[in-house]
């Protein structure tokens, strides 16, 4: 009999994820906290408001009851970052014990500064939680297209099960060690992706886009390692892929807000009917304070939160990057 995994969250990546699980041979249960829209996905076979013309399998369960995870031997969690502790802190009296938990969710919880991973450990019982990172956008995964990503965990040997179980033709999984890494790659490209959003929107051109982006990895490094991270991670499919996806895709959502804002709307102009999370918006205050908290300079971060957060015009946010005290490069890339 195949192994039963409860994927919890019913947007874009909880859905694709679902779907390769599903079609590697487990039977998934995919629930979501929400009973109309979970009656959607039932009623259309897709997930329209996130994957439309995907057509979900008739034998893939659909649930909004917390007794979806009843029973189950292994865990996706696919819900966005700010919401992971609410969406799972009623749900731990039903969760599998000792269950293995796959982490798909990127960003820094705003207010106590915890990597998604450090949430689960927090809501529930000693999880096994490994992390899914990489340039992966849910709609190409959920199409076949091909997709190469990182499970990240201090237990090789959990890393490895989550490997040989979902990886297929389409979807190639690494290992990796540095789940710290690996999280930080994966919250702060989104930041950057908002950068270089904003240039695109001011039409400053490519070689400020570059310049963004090459020193945005430079930066995601120096947090990361600084709080525990190995700094080739940043280097690595869950650092400079991710952020090299982020920074270009026409399905990159921190890109588009970064655009939005470049080219004059506000803030809350650029996110309005946005169905997916942008969780740049918010990463950007949590980052800040990660930095402020251990004496670290975030310049590009900086900036961007001062952009969308406290009203500065973006044409001034590059001037303030571009006037920065002279500098050798040599530092940062040793």
Avoid at 84 to 99: D, E, K, N
Avoid at 139 to 151: D, K, N, S
């Amino acid at each position: 009999m195949s192994e039963t995994i409860a994927v919890l969250g019913t947007g874009g990546w909880g859905t694709a994820m679902a779907l390769v699980a599903r079609a590697a041979g487990f039977r998934v249960r995919l629930w979501g906290r929400r009973p109309d829209q979970v009656d959607a996905l039932r009623r259309d076979h897709e997930n329209r408001a996130y994957l439309p013309s995907v057509p979900l399998p008739p034998d893939l369960e659909l649930a909004s009851d917390p007794a979806a995870l009843d029973g189950a031997d292994r865990v996706i969690c696919a819900v966005p970052t700010q919401h992971v502790r609410a969406t799972l802190a009623p749900l731990r009296s039903r969760f599998p014990s000792g269950a293995p938990v796959l982490s798909l969710s990127k960003g820094i919880e705003v207010g106590t500064l915890a990597r998604p991973s450090e949430i689960l450990e927090s809501v529930l019982d000693r999880p096994r939680v490994t992390v899914l990172s990489g340039p992966s956008h849910a709609e190409e995964v959920a199409r076949g297209l091909p997709t190469v990503v990182v499970a990240a965990s201090r237990d090789e040997a959990e890393a490895r099960k989550w490997q040989e179980s979902l990886s297929s033709p389409s979807l190639r999984l690494y290992t990796g060690d540095d789940p710290v890494g690996a999280e930080f790659g994966g919250a702060l490209k989104n930041v950057i992706a908002i950068a270089a959003g904003l240039a695109d929107g001011l039409g400053l051109g490519d070689n400020a886009k570059a310049a963004l982006v090459t020193r945005g990895i430079v930066e995601m490094a120096r947090l990361g390692t600084a709080l525990g991270a190995r700094k080739a991670t940043f280097f690595g499919i869950s650092g400079i892929g991710d952020l090299i996806t982020s920074c270009t895709s026409r399905h990159g959502r921190n890109l588009r807000v970064g655009r939005a804002v470049g080219s004059g709307r506000t803030l809350d102009q650029a996110l309005e009917g946005m169905k997916m999370v942008a969780e740049g918006v918010w990463t950007c205050t949590a980052a800040r304070g990660l930095a402020r908290k251990n004496n670290l300079d975030l310049p590009i971060t900086e900036e961007v939160c001062r952009i969308l957060h406290e009203g500065k015009a973006p044409l001034e946010g590059l001037r303030s990057l571009m006037t920065r005290m002279p500098k050798s490069e040599a530092a940062d890339l040793s």
